[in-house]
């Protein structure tokens, strides 16, 4: 057992099987269910590190491509490490590359080895493989890291599926052996796209690598979601029960919803940030398209059961100015409300699993959201 990290399962309600816990990691604790907002670039676009914390967030995301190609890994490492770089001390966590590998650059080749690849910043030609995945994310020094895959596009064939499947199995090992770092957490990826056959066989194999957590790849790609449902619950009998489960990708409140009820521990997704920036807000009921002209002496909060600064101190009539003279304030104040929404329904659910009455949440939130 790591000395580093460790999950606590503290409770399972009794009607779904959702899970409440708490993962200890070196740079603190992270009570699950948990949403993870997602810093790109080594920053949560818009958004203060102390906001951050302010709004609830125990973890963040980087990414490893990203950070690679600007400012380079080996600078954040000379800086100190990522936590000291962006300045924030709680946990982080960094994928490994392999989807912007897969779904921004051109590729010229694929195979076991590794990739090559065109930089999709200024053309240069790259090479990863599973090793050099790893060097970077211990660089830059991430509380947990994954193992570099392949994420296969929806709409592959069984025959196309199973390729990425069993190199995505190749690479792990590889990422296994390549890793030195004891205080990083090395989290396998299960992928095999929609073919259940294909994603059990993928779980026995990240199940051997499974020390100190799981994840779930290649879900919430363009699929139908209760595609990526069905999915969820062909895994779910055979996940393994010690560990945090992570669902990459996936940030929409009904999928956190759906994705807690079925077993699921963590997850991350651009969406809260995203939609924030063009002006949209999630609510307890539903969105709000603050741009819209209804809005325009609309002198009440974006969301009436919010506390946040945004809510506290501003009004959608304010908020749809700022978006209309194009004034970034906008986008900080939304992207500020929707973490901290997202961060709510997280806690919210967590108490519902203590309290064994997660189906009654749910009801209640799709009685005043809505299902999307």
């Keep these: 057992m790591s000395k580093y990290f460790s999950f606590e399962l503290q409770h399972i309600e009794k009607h779904t099987g959702a899970r409440a816990g708490i993962f200890h990691t070196p740079h603190g604790d992270i009570p699950t ?3 993870m907002p997602v810093g790109t670039q080594a920053t949560v676009k818009g958004v203060l590190p102390k906001d951050l914390k302010q709004a609830g967030s125990s973890i963040i995301l980087s990414n490893t491509y990203h950070l690679f190609e600007r400012p380079g890994d080996e600078l954040i490492k000379n800086a100190g490490g990522l936590h000291k770089f962006m300045n924030w001390d709680g946990p982080i966590l960094t994928d490994s590359g392999g989807f912007q590998v897969f779904s921004l650059a051109k590729l010229n080749k694929i195979t076991d080895d590794g990739v090559y690849f065109n930089s999709s910043i200024d053309g240069r030609k790259h090479y990863f493989t599973p090793e050099k995945a790893i060097a970077i994310q211990e660089n830059l020094g991430a509380d947990i890291i994954m193992a570099f895959d392949e994420c296969s596009e929806y709409g592959f064939t069984h025959e196309q599926a199973e390729e990425a499947m069993r190199r995505t199995g190749v690479w792990l090992e590889r990422c296994a052996a390549a890793k030195t770092r004891p205080d990083q957490a090395l989290f396998p990826i299960v992928q095999g796209n929609l073919y259940a056959d294909l994603r059990l066989q993928s779980l026995e194999i990240c199940k051997r690598y499974a020390a100190d957590g799981i994840a779930i790849g290649g879900l919430s790609v363009g699929e139908p ?9 062909v895994l779910r009998p055979h996940l393994p029960e010690d560990v945090p489960r992570y669902l990459m990708g996936v940030g929409s409140p009904d999928c956190l919803v759906e994705g807690v009820m079925r077993g699921v521990d963590m997850f991350d997704c651009v969406l809260a940030t995203r939609i924030a920036r063009n002006g949209t807000a999630f609510t307890s009921h539903g969105k709000v398209v603050a741009r819209n002209g209804k809005y325009k002496e609309d002198f009440t909060p974006i969301d009436d059961n919010c506390s946040c ?9 304010y908020i749809r100015h700022l978006i209309n003279v194009n004034e970034m304030l906008s986008a900080m104040l939304l992207s500020l409300h929707n973490i901290t929404f997202l961060h709510k329904l997280m806690a919210d659910m967590r108490e519902a699993i203590f309290a064994d009455s997660l189906p009654d949440f749910a009801a209640r939130f799709y009685a005043e959201y809505g299902k999307i």
């Design 33 to 35: 269910p948990v949403y």
């Design 225 to 233: 979601k209760p595609l990526m449902y069905e999915m969820l619950d």
């Design 309 to 317: 600064y945004c809510c506290a101190n501003y009004t959608k009539a």
